[in-house]
């Protein structure tokens, strides 16, 4: 049981250069999240899914897209990178029961550069 | 809507003495509350929750926090700081509807000296 896992773990791109994380979960969990992680802010939501097929978008969306094809992955996309995506990036999951928030596993982080 | 203050941005205290870490939310919603620990370029690990049962919830590592909700506050505590606990530590809190995703304060640095 490897819980979740992202690739890469690292990541050098040039201005205007696309890419795409991937993040995997083996928890058979219904709802996956995309976070940012910049120094002295957190973690703030970028895309969310509740479920295989559907994606939503978070707290700051603009310049990503993602896609939730399988239920175990959740891909994030950048079309044009730019500086400002510079940042560590967190992808979660959980499995919400009844009307209580349990707690959302995370992976290990990539860290993404943009020159 | 949901927010998180935690009213310490660095915390520093000797080895085996008690460590507190502030931390007040704002919910419009029964909320869930949770503490998360980051180790120097690693993930996250949680490790407490509130969910609604006890308010004084244990959690790994000898941490514990209480939930007062007539003082919306959801702070970290330990009897006897170690080395190791020296990590950035997260308050956060998620509505128990809609998308459940997690609002994170802005963290507290706990530097442990020997």
């Known amino acids: 049981n490897a819980g979740v896992t992202q690739t890469p773990k690292f990541r050098v791109l040039k201005t205007g250069q696309s890419m795409t994380l991937l993040c995997a979960q083996d928890?058979?969990?219904?709802?996956m999240y995309w976070y940012r992680q910049d120094p002295g802010m957190g973690l703030r939501l970028i895309h969310y899914?509740?479920?295989?097929?559907?994606?939503a978008k978070g707290e700051v969306p603009d310049g990503y897209n993602v896609s939730r094809l399988k239920k175990q992955n959740f891909l994030l996309g950048l079309e044009s990178a730019a500086p400002s995506q510079t940042s560590v990036y967190f992808c979660?999951?959980?499995?919400?029961?009844?009307?209580?928030?349990?707690?959302?596993?995370f992976g290990p982080g990539t860290r993404l550069t943009v020159t | 809507a949901q927010s998180v203050t935690q009213l310490d941005s660095h915390v520093s205290v000797s080895e085996g003495t008690p460590v507190l870490l502030r931390c007040n939310y704002s919910?419009?919603?029964?909320?869930?509350l949770f503490w998360y620990v980051q180790h120097p370029n690693k993930g996250l690990q949680l490790l407490l929750k509130?969910?609604?049962?006890?308010?004084l919830v244990k959690g790994i590592n000898g941490f514990e926090a209480e939930f007062k909700k007539s003082e919306t506050s959801f702070h970290l505590t330990k009897p006897s700081a170690h080395m190791s606990d020296a990590a950035e530590y997260f308050c956060?809190?998620?509505?128990?509807?809609?998308?459940?995703?997690?609002?994170f304060g802005s963290g507290t640095r706990l530097q442990v000296q020997p």
């Open positions: 928890m058979n969990h219904e709802y």
């Open positions: 979660a999951s959980s499995y919400p029961r009844g009307g209580v928030t349990y707690e959302q596993y």
């Open positions: 919910s419009s919603y029964s909320p869930s």
């Open positions: 899914s509740v479920g295989e097929g559907t994606t």
């Open positions: 956060v809190v998620s509505a128990n509807t809609g998308r459940r995703a997690l609002t």
């Open positions: 509130y969910t609604s049962a006890a308010t």
